[in-house]
C-alpha cells in the first residue's frame, strides 16, 4: 500500500489572508461538531425510550423497541452519501462552506423530529416522515465529520495535529453530554406520562437555537490553508470520490475497518445501554442518563489526552494498545452491567469511555494523513462513514436482536469482542505498512 505522505510536510500558501488561529479554528471544530452530535444523540436516546410505543404502537414491547432501533440505523446508511456528496464539494469548493451545509441540514431535520405528529395522528406517515428526517440527519453527519477534522488538522502545527485534530472528535462525548444533560433535566421535571407526551420534543426543537449559536461560529473561520493551496496550484481533483476509490481502495477498507470497533462500542455505550438498563434490568431511566453522562465526561477528558500521546509516541502504538484494551474490556462490560449494581455499571462505564477515547482521540489524525489533500475530504469521510454504517449503524438493532434470541448477553458480548478484534488487525496491518513505506 502507498501511503500519502503527512499534510504536516506541505508548505502553507503565502499571501495577504489573515488566518483564524489554530486554536480558534479547532475550538470551533469542536462547537460545530458537538451541536451536530447533540442532534444526533437525541434521536438515539429517544429511540430507545419513546420511539417504540409512539410510532410503533402496535409491535410488541421488544418488537416495537427493535423497530426504533431500525430506524436509527438508517441515519447510518444514509452518512456514507453525505460523506460522498460533501466530500466531492468540500474538495472541489472548501471545507468552510460544506460545515455549514451539514449543519443548517441536521438542524432543520432534527427540528423536524420535535414537530412530527405520532402514530396515533396520522398513522403510517409517522414513521415514514420519522425515518426521512433521520436519512436527512445521516446526510448531514456524513459529511460533518470530514470537514471538520480537516479544518482542525490542517490548521495545526506539525507536532500537533494530533492534538488540535482530537477537539471535534471531543464533539462526539460533547454533544452526548448535552444531550444526556436535556434529557435528565426533563426526567427530572416531568412525570413519564408528560415525557411520552410532549417533553421528548423538548430536545428536538431545542435544535434550533443550538444551530444557530454553531453557524455564527462556523460562519467566522478562515478556510483550510491547505485547501487553498491546492486551489492554488489547480492541482483540484475533477472527481475525487472516483480518484479515492481508484488510487486508494486499500486504505479506504483499512480505515473503516480500523474505526469499526470503536463505533460499535461507542453506539452501544451512546445508545443501546440505555434501553438495555431501562427495559431488561428495570434500572430508572434517570440512574441510566447519569451513569451515561459520566462515562461520557470520562470519555471527553481521554481524548485529547491519547491525542496528545499519539504526538509523541506515534498514532499507531497508542490506536493499537487502545483497540486490544478495548477488545479486552469488552469481554466484562455487560457481566458488570448486568449486576444490576450501579457501581459495578459504573466500572464498566468508565472502563469503555477510557478505551474508547484512546482509540477515538487519534483517529483524526491518522486518516488525514492516509490521503493527499485535495482528495483528503472524499478518502477520509468515506473511510469513517463506511465504518460507522458496519459498527454503529448496526450495533444497537444486532445487540437487541441477539439478546433477544438467547435471552442472555453473552452473544452481544461475543459481538462486541469479535468487531473489536477486527478493528485491532486493520490497524496493525496500516502500522506495517507505514513502517515499509518509511523504509
Known sequence: MTLMPSAASTA??????RRASPLKVAAASFVGTAIEW???????????????????????????????????????????????????FGDRVGRKSMLVTSLVLMGVATAGVGLLPT??????WAPVLLVTLRFIQGIGVGGEWGGAVL??????????????????????????IL????FLTLSATTSDAAFAAWGWRVPFLASALLVVIGLVIRFNITESPEFEQVKESGDEARMPIVTVLKEHPRQVLLAAGGFMGNNTVGYIFMAYLLGYGTNNLGLERSLML????????????????????????GRH???LLG???????????????????????LVGILGTAFFLGVTYGPIAALFSDLFKAKVRYSGASLGYQIGSVLGGGLAPTLATALYAAGDSSAPVTAYLVVVSLVSLGCLAVVARDTRTHAS
Open 12 to 17: 502553507v500558501p503565502t499571501g495577504t489572508t
Open 38 to 88: 447533540y442532534d444526533y444523540f437525541v434521536y438515539g436516546m429517544a429511540a430507545a425510550v419513546v420511539f417504540g410505543p409512539l410510532f410503533f404502537p402496535t409491535f410488541s414491547s421488544g418488537a416495537g423497541t427493535l423497530a426504533a432501533f431500525a430506524t436509527y440505523s438508517v441515519g447510518f446508511l444514509a452518512r456514507p452519501l453525505g460523506g460522498v456528496v460533501m466530500g466531492h
Open 119 to 124: 402514530y396515533d395522528a396520522i398513522g403510517v
Open 151 to 176: 479544518m482542525a488538522v490542517e490548521h495545526a502545527p506539525a507536532n500537533k495535529r494530533g492534538l488540535y485534530g482530537s477537539f471535534p472528535q471531543m464533539g462526539v462525548p460533547g454533544g452526548l
Open 179 to 182: 444531550a444526556n444533560l436535556v
Open 290 to 313: 447519569t451513569l451515561t453522562l459520566v462515562g461520557a465526561v470520562a470519555w471527553l477528558a481521554v481524548i485529547p489526552w491519547a491525542a496528545a500521546l499519539s504526538d509523541r509516541h
Open 317 to 319: 502504538r497508542v490506536l
Open 323 to 345: 483497540s486490544a484494551g478495548l477488545a479486552g474490556w469488552m469481554a466484562v462490560l455487560f457481566p458488570l452491567v448486568d449486576t444490576a449494581s450501579p457501581a459495578l455499571i
